[in-house]
């Protein structure tokens, strides 16, 4: 009886739709490039220090990094746009593992320097294609749900790949971790091959460049953030969260430092906010962003004044990863909220180019404030560094708060504009009885 009622459950099930294949395909080929680029990163500052033997000058192949997502974002973007993002995600990756492979051959300075400006500005393309691509694949009511899951791909190995790039680093060398980067990124290009829905971009008709010719228009992206008021609030509101997350990332190790844990203890500050964000992403699943998107994107930015503030003041070590948790929890929760509005924000014949130059944004103010950052915490400590970076968070609650505001304004007019039709008909009615 037992074996029928499952026949029969497992008959009149529906099968699962097509949509959720590709993004678990997507996920999986985010989470492995991402742990590869983890364990590629710990591996490239090892090799600066290698080669300089200097932290001021090794640190250059990260600047190097920074300013080639940067400057190349436009770039990045359009060909997100002008070609189909299934092909611009799997070229992607394998210029990433070539580039890789690169890096690992390379024996002074510049060689490194170069390599890594080209897996930045091949991955930020990966990132703009993939981002955009995904409203193509799921349907508008999944669509938060699709970027949870993303969510807890790019968390995972982000959690796993230092680990990872660590133990290669300190069992084989540098140059070891940087051939698993490689290898990962030609898993990751395999996976994306199994995609069978469409992904959006010239090459399926999505933007008028396909019919026209080739357009070369990189900044059309830029123009569309700062024509739309709601897209132009939302920068506003991450404008400070971005200046939040730069003084934490500098005063983190001199946080465990205080706390006497050194590198372990910032290895347990990034492990409990992975573990929340894990958490995070998993409850984002059922995110109503519609209605309620934006209150938790306020909500998120007190909550990480408060951790954040909070993590200056404890007086216990364990009273910061608890917070550390927390915050975590919290800001996957409105990556997604964020993610999702500006995929449905933004038309798909450019959205690529606005995601990139959006994220170019963000990378240029949390860059510019890094350095400020380090001479805070020097001038001070990292504990009130951390209650300063708790302030700009503030900021954030106001910027989302005007969001709100203005979307319910929008809101009241679509409803008045709805109204007055019918109010005329039946005067008109009225008039004709």
Known sequence: MRALRRTHRSSTASPTPAWRRDVRLLAASRGISMAGAEAGYIAMMALAWHLTGSASQASLVLLASVVARIVGSPLAGWIGDRFDRRTVIIVGEVVVAVALLGMAMATTMWQLMLATGVVSLAATAIGAALDAALPNLVPAKDLATANATMGMARTAGHMLGPVLGGLLVAGFGARTAFLLDSASSIVAALLVLGIVGSTGGAADGADGDAADGVRFRPLDGLTVIASDPVLRLLVAGWFGMCICFAFVTAAELPLAVEFGMDEAGLGAIVSCWCFGALVGSWLARRVDVANRGVSMLIINAGISAVVFAGAGLVPSFVGVLALMAIGGCSMALAEVVESTLIQQRI??????????????????????NLAFAGLLVEATSARTTYVFAGAWCLVGVAGFAALARHLRRDQLRATLRILRPRHALESELAEGA
Request: proline share 5%; glycine share 10%.
């Open 347 to 368: 038309p798909d014949a450019v959205r690529a180019r606005a995601l990139a130059a959006y994220g170019a944004v963000m990378s240029a103010v949390w860059g510019t």
